[in-house]
């Protein structure tokens, strides 16, 4: 797997549905990849019905062709204390490339780079001293 940059042309921020990201699961399912969710129960389970986040932040490509993008997933939290949380999930180029973006100009695009990286390494509540 290769690397997206927030540069790329296949680098995405898109803002989906809770039933898109239920079909993104089946598909994920149906195709065998790693990164998906257990089960629709399971994402149920995790996930508020809410809209979700998408970045791309990896291409799988076999013999030259993208077969899928490893996407992060930025979301609301169903239950419990924590407001939201970030994971990850495979999806197939042609379905990628169907979403609507968020991220058209480039300070927009960086900026969203940056939330989603702060995201994945972790955020909590500080208290200002």
């Not at 799988?60 to 930025?74: A, H, P, Q, W």
């Amino acid at each position: 797997m290769s690397l997206v940059r927030s540069s790329d042309p296949d680098f995405r921020v898109c803002q989906v549905r809770f039933a898109d990201l239920l079909e993104l699961q089946l598909r994920a399912e149906r195709e065998g990849w790693a990164t998906r969710w257990s089960s629709e129960e399971s994402l149920r389970g995790q996930v508020k019905e809410a809209a979700v986040f998408l970045c791309t932040i990896l291409r799988e490509e076999r013999n030259g062709e993208v077969r899928s993008y490893r996407c992060l997933v930025l979301f609301p939290a169903a239950k419990g204390d924590a407001a939201g949380g970030v994971t990850t999930i495979d999806i197939a180029p042609e379905v990628l490339a169907s979403m609507e973006r968020i991220d058209r100009d480039p300070q927009t695009r960086k900026a969203l780079a940056r939330i989603f990286s702060l995201a994945s390494g972790g955020i909590s509540m500080a208290s200002k001293d």
